[in-house]
């Protein structure tokens, strides 16, 4: 228990959402996410975490399985039920918060997004038992590593009441990880996926190519 | 937001073990899973799968390569990767633009081009929540679409009296390309590979899964190009789309999302065959493109003529 206390307090700092219904009486079962203490060793293959009923076949999981996962360099295991979506995931059982539902679901809106080995996807469209060995990667993580787009989405106004913003920085930075140098059309691409309802589109071109330039200057002082 | 009923899940090695799976039972195959989930989370449709077959752990169905000067694509190959690919852009153009159109950038690092070919239609009285118009398309006795608002519907008719659209947007390429889909049982040629079904869009029988895109090298000199009418750039299923392939004076001309299967305009074909297209040979193709499409009663999806017309002309002055 102090374990996982410690898991959403080191993402989140101070209070986090399931150690605040636990201290407060309303969490019923037993917190299915522990941090691994050692981080780089391969996770070994995914198991049933209680044995298969009638409906699915020898090796089929319909019951929780325990997945193994880098997420913002922390690793986890994470009891987790076939059905439960990768958003769920890091909501509700590891307390990050950054990815958000607007559309409901459909996959069109982008608030959801985070990167899943190196791609940014929608994380209430991805399965959280398919996630077993994968490194995800939250706004969460994306700040706390001072990128320079969440400054340059500040300096550039890039947001309005800030809903939708966790889903742009994961895009932006998954597209500076590939693109040091990107063009307007090329951000403009990007971004397609991603929806504002403040309407703050013209705003973030020049914000993502300043954190590009931002970075090209970080790389050659080092 | 709207969780998902149970289902049980399993990670599989083979195509073999995701057929055997599939033909044993109320089964649902996963690869990108964008389309498949979507569906679910709303139950679309009236059964619900108790099993899902992730083949995402197959080895060696996420590929690009060139084969004997022919293009080859795995099944399981993002789309997003599709439309990066140099060696796609280099010669088969018009796939590249269709998978780069497709959708959004998230859903294409996540749908793969197998999923893509064999994704649902869109009809909004299929898609509704919770499976409220049993229709045509679930097995019921009525398209709610023929009386209903139908604006984004056929333009050519029904096929099996469904309305539908196939939304794909790789599919009109694929045809354009002269592609053939290879499945664990066999090869079918890309313009025959799509049908109405209950509640598919391909031919593909239980347990035959898509595993490969195979394209032939195309003509010497031939040139392609993809077009996409939606109201946004990003985002949209296309309202209208359309893929050509030009080579030494001959065309391949297919539209999408106007009928149930990819519609290959082969009279726009005969229009250009043997010329040099230009403005007005071109103006001349794309009329006999929709010479025999047909607004549904009251009009409502009458636009879409004009769009198709217009479409099949830009595309060939694009590949000229």
């Given at each position: ?222 | ?28 195959l996963i690869a990108g899973g964008t389309d498949l ?18 083949l ?5 169905l996420d590929?690009i ?6 293009l080859r694509i795995g099944a399981l190959t993002r789309l997003?990767d599709i439309a990066?690919?140099?060696?796609v852009?280099?010669?088969w153009?018009a796939l590249a633009?269709a998978a780069?159109r497709t959708a959004?950038?998230?859903i294409r690092?996540m749908g793969t081009i197998g999923g893509n070919i064999c994704q649902l239609n869109r ?41 539908a659209v196939n939304p794909s947007d790789t599919a009109p390429a694929l045809v354009a390309l002269g592609a053939s889909i290879r499945t664990n049982?066999r090869l079918v040629e890309a313009e025959k590979f799509w049908d109405m079904r209950?509640p598919g869009s391909t031919v593909l029988e239980?347990?035959e899964i898509v595993t490969a895109i195979e394209i ?10 993809f ?10 299923f296309p309202?209208?789309n359309?893929a ?10 297919c539209?999408n999302a106007?009928h149930n299967r990819p519609w290959r ?56």
């Amino acid at each position: 228990m102090t374990e996982e206390k410690k898991a959403g307090e080191v993402e989140r700092g101070g209070i986090s959402r399931r150690s605040f219904l636990r201290d407060a009486g309303l969490a019923a079962a037993v917190p299915a996410v522990a941090p691994i203490a050692r981080a780089g060793e391969a996770p070994a293959p995914r198991t049933p975490a209680a044995p298969a009923g009638p409906a699915a076949s020898e090796d089929s999981c319909d019951g929780p399985t325990m997945v193994q996962l880098t997420v913002n360099s922390g690793q986890y295991r994470c009891e987790v039920q076939p059905h439960w979506s990768l958003r769920q995931l890091l909501r509700d059982e590891i307390g990050l918060t950054s990815p958000k539902d607007w559309c409901g679901g459909l996959g069109a809106c982008g608030s959801c997004t985070v990167i899943l080995n190196g791609r940014p996807v929608l994380s209430c469209l991805t399965l959280a038992c398919e996630c077993h060995g994968a490194a995800v990667e939250t706004a969460e993580g994306i700040a706390n590593t001072k990128h320079p787009v969440i400054q340059a989405y500040i300096d550039y106004n890039a947001f309005q009441c800030g809903y939708c913003t966790p889903g742009f920085v994961c895009t932006a930075k998954a597209l500076l990880d590939r693109n040091q140098n990107p063009t307007e059309a090329d951000v403009r691409d990007a971004l397609g996926g991603n929806l504002c309802r403040c309407a703050t589109y013209q705003q973030h071109p020049p914000a993502v190519i300043a954190a590009a330039a931002e970075l090209r200057r970080d790389r050659s002082r080092s | 937001m709207k969780t998902w009923k149970r289902f049980a899940h399993i990670d599989v090695g083979s195509v073999e073990q995701a057929a055997d799976l599939l033909r044993r039972g109320n089964a649902a195959l996963i690869a990108g899973g964008t389309d498949l989930l979507g569906g679910m989370r709303f139950e679309i449709l009236p059964d619900y799968p108790e099993l899902i077959v992730n083949l995402k752990t197959i080895p060696g169905l996420d590929y690009i390569r060139e084969e004997g000067g022919g293009l080859r694509i795995g099944a399981l190959t993002r789309l997003e990767d599709i439309a990066r690919s140099a060696t796609v852009r280099s010669r088969w153009t018009a796939l590249a633009d269709a998978a780069h159109r497709t959708a959004t950038p998230h859903i294409r690092e996540m749908g793969t081009i197998g999923g893509n070919i064999c994704q649902l239609n869109r009809c909004w009285y299929f898609r509704i929540p919770d499976n409220r118009f049993h229709c045509v398309r679930k097995g019921g006795k009525t398209c709610y679409a023929m009386a209903g608002d139908n604006r984004y519907h056929s333009i050519f008719g029904a096929l099996k009296s469904c309305l539908a659209v196939n939304p794909s947007d790789t599919a009109p390429a694929l045809v354009a390309l002269g592609a053939s889909i290879r499945t664990n049982r066999r090869l079918v040629e890309a313009e025959k590979f799509w049908d109405m079904r209950v509640p598919g869009s391909t031919v593909l029988e239980p347990g035959e899964i898509v595993t490969a895109i195979e394209i032939p090298a195309p003509p010497a000199g031939a040139k392609s190009a993809f077009l996409k009418f939606a109201i946004r750039k990003s985002i949209d299923f296309p309202i209208v789309n359309c893929a050509v392939m030009v080579a030494g004076g001959e065309a391949r001309v297919c539209l999408n999302a106007v009928h149930n299967r990819p519609w290959r305009a082969t009279a726009s074909e005969d229009v250009v065959r043997g010329k040099a297209i230009d403005e007005a040979l071109a103006d001349a193709a794309g009329a006999a493109a929709v010479a025999k499409a047909l607004a549904l009663p009251g009009d409502r999806n009458k636009w879409k003529i004009q769009i198709a017309r217009t479409l099949v002309k830009r595309a060939l002055l694009a590949s000229a």
